[in-house]
């Protein structure tokens, strides 16, 4: 049934409904299960109604302004995204272009002119956009009509010593225009290159052609130029030695990074797992054990159990304790402290206790006392 926008609240969904008037919007065309398609909205003298039209293709897109006729099914009901209200479409619609909006006399002269933005259907803007398979002869119209005009400016310009141009005949106008008109396609055949063989332009060939890396070139100059340091991931037993691993009885096997020696930074440079790579990792497993037949290279685990022995209860052999005034380590320790005191201008021993909060007689302190301590000074920043 044929009506205005204003009669559309007697239709059911499933009628089949015939509106003409101007499109008010025009979203992008999209190709979907079904085909092309466009949702556009139509408008005439009582409203404004939203409708799905078929396309042939995406070339055959309408644009605001647009007079239009369209006849199609009545949709159900949905809810509006913008406005949320309860809206009807009419899908499925064949349609029929009664005329199209004039531009203005001074839209088009700003079009023409190349000053102005034109119509989304500008044929010229469409053709100028670069693509692979342009018109040939409408692109070639356009560059020699860039070349030429370029040309009557440049000879406008006043010869100096940084730029001079002769342009004294015919002969020397068209000659310069060519050889800005080969300087404009040289770049576009270099572009359509990329975009037909993908990779990257490295130059150009002797003929004038473009010399092309290919994805699969780079790929092999690249390993070419890592050869043997390309990367190889650590072997599973290597990963077992030093990340630890489990049995096929279930009992866990301690790896370096469980080891009570090995010290928290160490434990982040060996970094995951996945990305240690099996040089890495035999320069770690050779650093804690040693040089494999070195019987000299003992290894740091077995040095750092040597500088620090354990009694048969597993404690530390001569640790720093409360009170203990005759340690070697302690003294050292208790020497950076008050460096570190004097450094930081808290040699109050009220100042000290209250910024700080711990006792000012380092002497008293315990080693984990002074470590913390020692780290807290290193980073304090007076107020």
Request: hydrophobic share 30%; glycine share 8%.
């Amino acid at each position: 049934m044929k009506m205005k926008v204003e009669e559309m609240p007697r239709a059911s969904e499933g009628d089949t409904i015939e509106l003409e008037g101007k499109v008010s919007h025009a979203q992008k065309p999209n190709e979907g299960q079904y085909g092309w398609s466009q949702f556009i909205g139509v408008k005439d003298d009582t409203g404004e109604q939203n409708c799905w039209i078929k396309l042939e293709g995406e070339e055959d897109k309408v644009t605001k302004g647009t007079s239009i006729a369209i006849k199609g099914k009545l949709g159900a009901e949905y809810k509006d995204n913008k406005t949320k209200e309860m809206v009807r479409s009419i899908n499925n619609c064949e349609f029929e272009v009664v005329g199209k909006m004039q531009e203005t006399a001074q839209s088009s002269a700003k079009s023409s002119s190349g000053n102005g933005s034109g119509t989304k259907d500008n044929y010229w803007e469409k053709k100028f956009k670069y693509e692979v398979g342009r018109d040939p002869i409408v692109q070639l119209v356009i560059v020699r009509q860039c070349a030429v005009k370029a040309v009557t400016e440049l000879a406008k310009v006043t010869p100096s010593k940084n730029f001079l141009i002769k342009v004294h005949t015919e002969k020397d106008f068209f000659e310069f225009a060519i050889k800005i008109e080969k300087h404009i396609f040289r770049d576009l055949v270099l572009k359509e290159s990329v975009l037909t063989f993908g990779g990257k332009i490295t130059g150009v060939e002797k003929n004038g052609t473009p010399k092309v890396e290919t994805k699969e070139e780079k790929i092999e100059k690249a390993e070419e130029i890592v050869g043997e340091t390309r990367f190889k991931p650590a072997s599973t037993k290597q990963k077992n030695i030093i990340f630890g691993y489990k049995d096929k009885a279930g009992n866990y096997h301690k790896g370096h990074i469980d080891s009570r020696y090995i010290e928290t930074d160490e434990i982040k440079k060996i970094g995951d797992p996945k990305k240690l790579s099996v040089e890495k990792a035999s320069e770690w497993i050779e650093f804690w054990w040693g040089e494999e037949g070195d019987p000299d290279d003992i290894g740091a685990r077995k040095q750092r159990e040597k500088d620090n022995p354990r009694d048969e209860n597993g404690k530390l052999v001569g640790a720093l304790v409360k009170g203990d005034k005759t340690s070697v380590a302690k003294d050292i320790l208790v020497d950076e402290i008050y460096a570190l005191r004097r450094e930081n201008r808290l040699n109050d021993d009220e100042k000290f206790t209250e910024v700080m909060g711990y006792n000012p007689k380092i002497e008293e302190l315990t080693e984990k006392e002074c470590l913390k301590l020692k780290d807290l000074l290193k980073n304090y920043v007076p107020f």
